[in-house]
């Protein structure tokens, strides 16, 4: 299974953009990489996902470098409620499938 | 549209003594994972369910864990006898097929063992 190698931590200054990188390197073809968050003592959030082309939704932005080793999340404007664990997940199985498979993550704190 | 249900929300139990969380996954949702978070660590997978069939438990310790997914919706994680290497979240979480399709969490169930 392709792994993600993240910093442990970051800040940011709210109102500005959080931009977490991940690195996976030993990412195959049809693996998609997937974000989620988690806020203290709360599940898992998903926020975004993608496969080759960059994405965007109404929490964030994806964006995966050509040679897919790596990819950055983007916060656009953080606000103190984004202060969360982020991780960055290489989707085992085939394609878009299977289990996911969580690593460290990155400890985003968005300060005043 | 109710997300993923679990219960109870916190449990402090004695060494020993066994403890039971309950999930009810998404409406729809027919896979269904139990995921096992120690503290500052990244969940675990434990175990997953296609319906009401185990397609995933390698990670599951048998001696004294046991999942059950009856009718294929809701389903119990059991730990009998509990140790104090148990004390963690327990994450319930679940997805409607398991092509190309989102995996929502629970709250999770915090799990303490003395």
């Known amino acids: 299974d392709a792994k993600t190698t993240q910093p442990p931590s970051m800040d940011c200054a709210e109102g500005r953009a959080a931009n977490l990188p991940c690195n996976h390197s030993?990412?195959?073809?049809?693996?998609?990489v997937y974000w989620y968050r988690q806020i203290h003592s709360q599940g898992p959030q998903y926020i975004i996902h993608?496969?080759?082309n960059n994405e965007t939704n109404e929490m964030a932005s994806l964006i995966i470098t050509e040679d897919r080793k790596s990819s950055t999340l983007i916060l656009p404007h953080a606000t103190l409620r984004d202060t969360a664990v982020y991780y960055c997940?290489?989707?085992?199985?085939?394609?878009?499938?299977?289990?996911?498979?969580f690593g460290q993550g990155t400890t985003l704190q968005v300060k005043p | 549209e109710a997300g993923v249900v679990q219960s109870p929300r916190y449990k402090i139990i004695e060494k020993k003594q066994p403890v039971a969380f309950w999930c009810n996954p998404i409406?729809?949702?027919?896979?269904l994972y139990w995921y096992r978070q120690n503290l500052g660590q990244g969940p675990e997978l434990l175990i997953r369910?296609?319906?009401?069939?185990?397609?995933?438990d390698s990670q599951l310790p048998k001696d004294r864990f046991s999942a059950e997914r009856l009718k294929g919706v809701d389903s119990t994680l059991k730990i009998q006898p509990a140790e104090l290497g148990d004390s963690a979240v327990y994450l319930c979480?679940?997805?409607?097929?398991?092509?190309?399709?989102?995996?929502?969490f629970g709250e999770g169930s915090w799990l303490t063992v003395v």
């Open positions: 993608g496969l080759k």
């Open positions: 030993t990412i195959s073809g049809n693996e998609y």
């Open positions: 409406s729809g949702h027919n896979t």
């Open positions: 979480a679940s997805s409607f097929g398991i092509t190309g399709n989102t995996i929502y």
């Open positions: 997940i290489v989707r085992a199985g085939s394609g878009n499938t299977g289990k996911l498979i």
């Open positions: 369910y296609e319906n009401e069939e185990a397609v995933d």
